[in-house]
Each structure stands twice: as structure tokens, then as C-alpha cells.
């Protein structure tokens, strides 16, 4: 059975495996098949690189059997991507602004393509089948000819233009910026017709999962993913005094607030962490993962103690849960900051996903301030 990486594992180890591998060194990996390290311009198999970075660490190359390629603590992708190095998806490109096949979108186009895209929403948060291919399609003939890559690119500004809204997005449909500012009138011209809309959506059952997830089966490397390079949330300013234009929904302080959301997270992340500590052989470290915010109480500034597997040191754990895709923003409080920087070596975020449908998770090391952006929400008045 893989075992985690042992620890102690530098970046300049890993440099020196580059140049190995650089260097035509023969090893007993295979290709990458669902990540890529990229470093300068270009990519290798994480396994390979931490397998032969162990030869300047261990005193030999740790064998492809010993480890794992994953995004859990202790896996390849995680360990490089905390050492600084960048672990992207084997297919994955850095994001470029679409190229228009022969004109710009026009109104009538955009607000098709607005309104099926709703459609398509409502579906997802209410639990109801669809195809997105089928949607795509029957929409190609009514706007002029696009190919498929545009529509799907506009698909993916749209979700942009809602989570800078705070809002819901269709999962799949990754938020990318660059987008016309017709779009996002037309979006706003949508929510205005139909104002009940979101809040309608608030209460269905995806958003507001009852029971915790089948946890009998845990595969970690499905259930952890790499954090997302950037999250796009609304922005606070403005004058909506003079406009007279409120934000009608906070879906995010509703995660916040939803306090049986909460606990189910938080009681998900304890039997993925005991599942993972079981895997490494760590039955003893299993047993003695907390749920501090039941057995203990509230107000520690982090929900989970769990336990590295190698050197048996304290993972303080804070759990952000959300029904909503990866890419949307989530509520940390002051005291969560403030552990997250007392307690930096420690101190790890789990923000759990999708949670009504297939939960996932993504981790953040460290200092909250040095891993997000933080804005005030609110203040805390004397006199």
C-alpha cells in the first residue's frame, strides 16, 4: 500500500531532479497522466520528480509503488505545490481571451445565450437532469454560426460575471474574466426581471444537504483537489445608497450561517482525515482525531485536530463548506485569521465543495492572509 512521502523533502532537491530529468536520467516512471509540474517551459511527471528528488534526500529513489501521485497532505502534487512549485492539469493551459469568430456578440445573441444559461442553473441547483452538450446545441443555430469552443468560453464568462456577483454559477463552467460589459448588463438585466429568482434557488435541497455524504468508500484522490489559482468575488463599494441597488442574497453568508451545513463538513473532513491516517498504516493517529468543535467547543479558530502521518505533528483544521462550485468565495472570521498565522506550520483550511452532489476538497496551508484575500465585511463599534 502507497505510503505518504517522508518528510524533510526540499526544493532544492526537486531542482536537482529536474535537472535529471532534464539530463535524460532513466527511471522506472510512467508519462504524467492526470498532472503536470510546469516549471520554466516545461512539464513533468510529479511522481518522477519526487521519486528522484528522494535520491538527495533518502539516499535513494523512492519507487513509484511507495508513494502516491495525489492532491491529499503527504502526496506528490500536494508536497511540490508546498515546496513552491506549480502542478497543473496535463491539459491545462493558461487561460486566453477568446478570439471572436467573425463579429462581436450581439445583444440579442448575448441575451440567448444569458437566459438559456439561467435555465440551465436552475436545473443544476434543484437537482433536475440536463445536458449541457443538448443546451449547447439547440442554441448553436440561433446564434449565427459560433463554433462550439465560443459558446463554451461564453458560458465561462457568464459564471465570472456571477461570482463577482456573489452568486451561484453552473459547475463545469469555469469563471473566466475578459469579458464584454454588454455581458454582464445582460446578466444584471436578467436578475432584475426576474427577482425572485435566486431566492427561490436558496433553499433547494443541493444547496442545503440534510445528511452527510456516503463515506464508505473514500478515494482521496478524487476527493482532493488543487486550490484554484484565483476566485473572483464581488467587491465591496460602490454607492448603492444612491442607486438604490441592494444585494438581494449572500450566498456565502448563508454557508456561513447554515449551521447544520457546518457540521456536516466538518464531520466529513473528520472521516476523510481518520480514512486517510488509516491508509498510511496510522491506526493509533486515527483514533485520536478530534472533532474539537463538538468535543471542545466553538471559538478555537479551527474545527478538526488531526495528525500528520510521518511525524505525528498537530494539524489544526478549519472547514469552510459550501453546496456551491470551487471557484465561489466563503466567510473566515477574525480569529480564524488569527490562529492561521500563530499557527502557520499547523494551521490548514479544508474548503469542502459541491458538497450536496459529489463533495470535494481543497486545502490551504498556512496564514490565511498569505493564501487569500481578505476584505472587511463588517466592524465591531465602541463608544
Request: aromatic share 8%; with cysteine.
Amino acid at each position: 500500500m502507497p505510503q505518504s512521502i517522508p518528510p524533510g523533502l526540499k526544493r532544492e532537491h526537486v531542482v536537482l531532479a529536474l535537472n535529471d530529468l532534464d539530463n535524460g536520467i532513466d527511471h522506472s516512471f510512467g508519462a504524467p497522466t492526470g498532472y503536470e509540474l510546469a516549471h520554466g517551459d516545461k512539464r513533468y511527471a510529479p511522481k518522477a520528480v519526487v521519486g528522484l528528488a528522494c535520491r538527495y534526500h533518502l539516499g535513494r529513489v523512492l519507487q513509484p509503488e511507495e508513494f502516491s501521485g495525489g492532491e491529499a497532505p503527504g502526496q506528490a502534487n500536494y508536497v511540490l505545490r508546498k515546496l513552491g512549485f506549480t502542478v497543473v492539469r496535463k491539459d491545462e493551459e493558461a487561460a486566453e481571451e477568446e478570439k471572436p469568430a467573425h463579429k462581436d456578440w450581439s445583444e440579442q445573441e448575448v441575451g440567448l445565450i444569458v437566459a438559456d444559461y439561467f435555465t440551465m442553473l436552475e436545473k443544476e441547483l434543484l437537482g433536475k437532469p440536463f445536458s449541457k452538450t443538448e443546451h449547447r446545441r439547440s442554441l448553436a443555430p440561433q446564434l449565427g454560426g459560433r463554433s462550439d469552443g465560443s459558446i463554451e468560453f461564453k458560458h465561462a464568462n457568464i459564471s465570472a460575471v456571477l461570482t463577482g456577483l456573489g452568486l451561484p454559477y453552473v459547475e463545469g463552467y469555469k469563471p473566466r474574466g475578459n469579458y464584454q460589459s454588454l455581458l454582464a448588463q445582460e446578466v444584471e438585466a436578467f436578475l432584475d426581471k426576474n427577482p425572485t429568482f435566486m431566492e427561490q434557488l436558496a433553499g433547494a435541497p443541493t444547496l442545503n444537504p440534510d445528511k452527510p455524504p456516503a463515506t464508505a468508500v473514500l478515494a482521496l484522490d478524487k476527493i482532493i483537489e488543487e486550490p484554484p489559482t484565483e476566485i473572483i468575488g464581488p467587491k465591496e463599494g460602490g454607492k448603492p445608497w444612491l442607486s438604490r441597488k441592494g444585494r438581494k442574497i449572500d450566498f456565502a453568508q448563508r454557508d456561513a450561517l447554515n449551521r447544520q451545513l457546518g457540521k456536516l463538513g466538518e464531520e466529513f473532513v473528520v472521516n476523510v482525515e481518520r480514512h486517510r491516517l488509516l491508509l498510511a498504516g496510522r491506526d493509533d493517529l486515527s483514533r485520536k482525531v478530534m472533532w474539537v468543535a463538538v468535543e471542545i467547543g466553538d471559538g478555537l479558530g479551527f474545527d478538526v485536530l488531526s495528525f500528520d502521518d510521518q511525524d505525528e505533528s498537530e494539524k489544526l483544521i478549519e472547514v469552510k463548506t459550501t453546496g456551491l462550485g470551487k471557484f465561489f468565495p466563503f466567510y473566515v472570521t477574525g480569529n480564524e485569521v488569527r490562529c492561521s498565522e500563530d499557527m502557520a506550520e499547523q494551521f490548514h483550511l479544508f474548503r469542502v465543495f459541491d458538497f450536496g452532489r459529489t463533495p470535494r476538497v481543497y486545502i490551504l496551508t498556512g496564514s490565511l492572509k498569505e493564501n487569500c484575500q481578505l476584505e472587511p465585511t463588517q466592524y465591531r463599534a465602541t463608544i
